[in-house]
């Protein structure tokens, strides 16, 4: 089985642009999905409503990878499937290691859509000497004096940070030094890498944060139409007069549409 560090995935010298990589696991996801129910081609406009985008993007996307499907027919799942799996270099073994085995590196480690991703956690490890040798998902906690060699031993060159925020710069360094060249950081904290090196940061707050913005917004133009909203008319004494003096029958005659008298009489 290929391992990581031995091979890389050619996107970049292939000319796909990031904003096309970033929705190819999109894509992915969809297609699995419709894998696993057997569904044998799907069409353009279906995969693109599937995985949020539209369906002019998703064939410029699917340009890139040389697939352009058939009129009439659309694209073949499994092909599809396969393709873009070996674009993002999912057709081969990505040993990981995760460093900071809190609530957040356990939940992690226990995540069971790694291995079906092409993902391998080779090593957990944690600064606490004694998490060392306990398991969490079944795979022994390694201090972190062993960090150098376990990404050594293992060919890892993909790292997960789930350290708190004071100690994720160190590591990082340490994982950079010993070759690791791709970083998942889930410290609330920004690193420093040299060129090489990529970093994707995933950070619940400021995702948190976002949607409190769009709630806050959406709240306000409730707001602001509510009070932009025309008050309702007061009768007037005329009008008031005509009712009472109608009569019932007159009065039994003009009820509203639910039975109840409307607010204001017509003249």
């Not at 929705?23 to 129910?37: F, G, H, K, N």
């Not at 000497?129 to 795979?139: W, Y």
């Not at 010993?178 to 400021?206: E, H, M, Y």
Request: hydrophobic share 45%.
């Amino acid at each position: 089985m290929a391992t990581g560090r031995n091979h890389r995935p050619a996107t970049r010298s292939r000319g796909i642009p990031e904003a096309t990589v970033a929705r190819l696991p999109l894509y992915l996801r969809a297609l699995t999905a419709l894998s696993e129910r057997s569904v044998p081609t799907v069409s353009s406009e279906e995969l693109a409503a599937a995985a949020g985008v539209n369906s002019a993007k998703l064939r410029k996307d699917f340009s890139y990878l040389g697939s352009y499907g058939t009129r009439g027919v659309g694209y073949d799942v499994e092909y599809l499937v396969y393709q873009i799996s070996r674009e993002l270099g999912l057709t081969q073994d990505w040993p990981v290691v995760i460093v900071g085995i809190g609530n957040l590196g356990a939940a992690l480690a226990n995540y069971g859509g790694f291995a079906s991703r092409g993902f391998r956690v080779a090593a957990l490890i944690d600064a606490d000497p004694t998490m060392a040798g306990k398991p969490v998902a079944g795979i022994p906690v390694q201090h972190t004096d062993e960090l150098e060699k376990i990404i050594n031993d293992n060919g890892v060159s993909i790292g997960v940070i789930a350290t708190p925020a004071g100690a994720a710069q160190q590591v990082c360094d340490r994982l950079v030094a010993a070759g690791v060249t791709s970083i998942l950081n889930f410290a609330p904290t920004v690193l420093s890498v040299p060129d090489g090196v990529d970093v994707r940061k995933v950070d619940l707050s400021i995702e948190l944060q976002i949607l409190a913005f769009h709630e806050q917004r959406k709240a306000g133009e409730e707001s602001e139409a509510a009070a932009g909203a025309p008050a309702p008319a007061a009768a007037t004494p005329a009008a008031t007069a005509q009712t009472e003096n109608a009569g019932p029958d007159a009065a039994a005659g003009r009820k509203g549409p639910d039975g109840d008298m409307p607010a204001v009489m017509p003249a």
